[in-house]
């Protein structure tokens, strides 16, 4: 049975409909890409499927649970953690309370605890007591993962997380992936760098229009599907 | 000399008391951007209870105010939960229209059980006395304790602000209540936990404001004027500006008032019209938005 499943997701700003019945499904330990143009729907998956959005509760399956409609914090709770698209940081928090308020109101222990966020990237040991905004757009992506993480996710989503970063930054962030995959997190990656996407995903998944346009293995997608699916025709 | 230094610190000191009734009004405000005109009211409110345990328990202010607090951070968080929570969205006016009719209630509600005379909490001997500070100058015990008191508050709203899990909540609240409700915080629980805070910073504005002088009913709305006031010459969002501008609305008010008696409520919005002409973001503003 998959970890995280969505089923005929619908999502709506106001009378606009942003989705139309998407079906997804993640594996543990999986990593999923999903690409698509912009206004195809991707970041409003992820506001959905955290809660952010309302679902139908059948509409997206947590380990056979329907949790569709929950409100966020209890999203959260059960282990589904995104780093939002921009980074969101909050302002009037350092950088340490940044990440220790991805834990907030969690007494079990997991994993990643702020030592463990710290080694994973140092970067952020030294600008600690710093003001979130002060720091670059690569620190910052650093630090929206790392309170991601805090929470001990069993599903991490992470929302454009490449946008607007040098590619020696983007590189060194993808460089965690696989430590935070070893630590038993799947991942849904929403990407436009598609060739970033293609390269760490077990599996891709295209929007197009709120619509599933194309789905498989990287090795199976050629880039004149891809394209196709991307742009339509 | 001594006239004039007398003068000034009875303005700090009185400076202490608006600051208390600004303390509570500041944090809901930075919270949950609610403007709460229902503020005077619940600090008129919060003197009734005071008054009501005094009585009954037959205990000083001091204590009655003590035992009063959770009892009012009560109030305060099922106030929050049951109707305020339920105006809060992307328009401001709904909020706005329900704390003026809150305010028009508990003036009403307070006149039909009180009546509408004059309340006062008695305190005995300490109301009268007085600490010398050498040249002639003496001040108030009660005076005194005020401002210890705004101090005391706004320390204590600091650490809760800077050094528990509960502040950070408040302050990632504040700044993005989208991605707050992603790290697990139900804002609803948060904003009610903060409107009970407000409550017991009420309680101990209450208390000064029935043992400096009298109350009745329908004193509120000018109190949430001078809170009002506060807030916005210090700044808003922040504390210590908080105190900053009920001193400078005190020692307005009584400097104007040593003039001539007839000015000391007009120094102190005069004062508060020239800060905003010359700082129209108030004293401290925050760096952030």
Request: charged residues 15%; contains cysteine.
């Amino acid at each position: 049975m998959a970890l995280l499943e969505t089923h005929r997701l619908t999502a709506f700003y106001g009378d606009f409909q942003a989705l139309y019945g998407i079906d997804l499904d993640l594996d543990a330990g999986e990593t999923l890409a999903i690409i698509g143009a912009n206004g195809a729907g991707k970041s409003t998956f992820l506001k959905t499927v955290t809660g952010l959005l309302r679902a139908e509760p059948g509409g997206v399956v947590l380990d056979g649970r329907p949790i569709g409609g929950l409100p966020p914090a209890e999203i959260v709770r059960l282990g589904i953690s995104l780093v939002p698209e921009g980074r969101r940081l909050f302002p009037s928090l350092s950088v340490e309370e940044n990440l220790r308020i991805g834990a907030y109101g969690r007494r079990e222990p997991g994993y990643w605890t702020l030592e463990r966020i710290y080694e994973l990237f140092p970067a952020l040991v030294e600008r600690r007591e710093a003001p979130s905004q002060t720091l670059s757009g690569g620190e910052q992506q650093m630090a929206a993962i790392g309170r991601a993480l805090m929470s001990n996710p069993r599903v991490l989503l992470c929302d454009e997380i490449s946008l607007g970063l040098a590619p020696v930054v983007i590189r060194r962030i993808y460089a965690a992936l696989p430590r935070i995959k070893a630590q038993g997190a799947s991942v849904i990656l929403v990407e436009q760098d598609i060739v970033q996407a293609l390269q760490v995903a077990d599996r891709v998944y295209c929007f197009q229009e709120g619509r599933m346009s194309l789905t498989g293995r990287p090795a199976e997608l050629d880039a004149k599907r891809i394209h196709t699916a991307y742009f339509g025709t | 000399m001594s006239g004039l230094i007398d003068t000034v610190l009875q303005g700090v000191m009185l400076g202490g008391l608006y600051a208390l009734f600004a303390a509570g009004l500041s944090l809901i405000f930075g919270i949950m951007r609610l403007v709460n005109l229902a503020h005077g009211d619940l600090i008129v409110l919060a003197a009734f209870v005071v008054l009501v345990v005094t009585q009954t328990l037959g205990l000083d202010p001091f204590l009655a105010t003590l035992l009063s607090m959770p009892l009012l951070f009560g109030f305060g968080y099922v106030l929050q939960r049951v109707l305020l929570n339920r105006t809060l969205g992307r328009d401001i006016m709904p909020p706005l229209l329900v704390t003026f009719g809150l305010s028009i209630i508990i003036q009403n509600g307070l006149l039909e059980v009180f009546s509408a005379d004059s309340q006062r909490l008695g305190a005995g001997a300490i109301e009268t006395a007085s600490v010398p500070l050498g040249g002639g100058v003496a001040v108030g015990t009660v005076q005194l304790l005020t401002l210890a008191s705004a101090v005391g508050v706004i320390l204590g709203l600091k650490l809760l602000f800077y050094h528990t899990e509960l502040g950070r909540a408040f302050r990632a609240t504040s700044d993005d209540p989208e991605i707050a409700q992603l790290m697990g915080i139900d804002n609803r629980r948060v904003f009610a936990l903060a409107m009970g805070v407000a409550m017991a910073v009420i309680g101990v504005a209450a208390l000064y404001l029935g043992m400096r002088a009298n109350f009745d009913p329908t004193i509120g709305p000018a109190r949430l004027l001078y809170a009002f006031e506060a807030v916005i010459i210090g700044g808003l969002g922040s504390f210590w500006g908080t105190l900053a501008g009920g001193i400078v609305i005190g020692v307005a008010q009584t400097v104007g008032g040593a003039i001539n008696p007839e000015w000391q409520i007009l120094a102190g919005h005069v004062a508060f019209l020239a800060v905003l002409v010359l700082r129209p973001r108030g004293l401290f503003p925050r760096v952030a938005d």
